[in-house]
């Protein structure tokens, strides 16, 4: 049930998406429930500024962005993520430009964000200028296809015309057409944790 990605930031990231996994109930007691073992002792002294995960929410069959819409969870606690499911439904026309969604989830086979969207057009960018791609997200790459033909940026001044495309890339967004879909899910989110776990509990953890 959990598919593995490679985040740069992150390191290995894990995307549960299951249709039969459905909460009936609110409460604790009737979502998911999950222990993390971060390993911290194989964290990377001097590079790893903190001990945690990331976890994001997102809605299944769109792609998750752990660097834009994470949240902070951290070692040794107990952290509990109380959502709410909004459903969104913009008008077009008059009341401002939308996005239908229907051509994106045929071209890349996933569902749209706007997010999703300015990642490609940022990458497409960066191919037309830089004559190469950025590596640093892989599931952008995976569905656009991007095969062993195109060459990834590694040199000075391929990483350089990146850094550029990225810097100004707030001027060109205007030009990617990535309007806010017509139709989306979000999730409203109320995060609260405590120290994890207890000394009794802790001891008997040690002992299985």
Known sequence: ?????????????????????ISRKSGPAEGLEMILYLETNQYMEGITSGKGAQVVIHEQGT????D????????????????????????????????????????????????????????????QICQCYDEIYQDINDVMKISDKNSPCRNTSQLTCVTRVKWTFDDNA?????????????????VTSRMWPS??????MFRL
Request: proline share 5%; glycine share 6%; aromatic share 10%.
């Open 199 to 204: 000394d009794s509990v802790a001891v008997s």
């Open 174 to 190: 205007k030009s990617c057409a990535c309007d806010s879909p017509c139709s989306e899910k979000v999730y409203g989110r109320s």
């Open 68 to 127: 834009d819409e994470g949240i902070a969870v951290t070692a040794g606690e107990q952290t509990m993520i109380g959502l709410k499911q909004i459903q969104i439904k913009r008008l077009d026309g008059k009341y401002g430009p939308c996005k239908s969604v229907d051509d994106f989830m045929q071209k890349y086979k996933i569902k749209y964000t706007r997010n999703t969207c300015l990642k490609i057009c940022q990458q497409n960018l960066i191919m």
């Open 63 to 66: 792609l998750p962005f752990p």
């Open 1 to 21: 049930n959990f598919t593995r990605r490679h985040s740069p930031t992150y390191g290995n990231c894990y995307t549960l998406q299951n249709d039969k996994f």
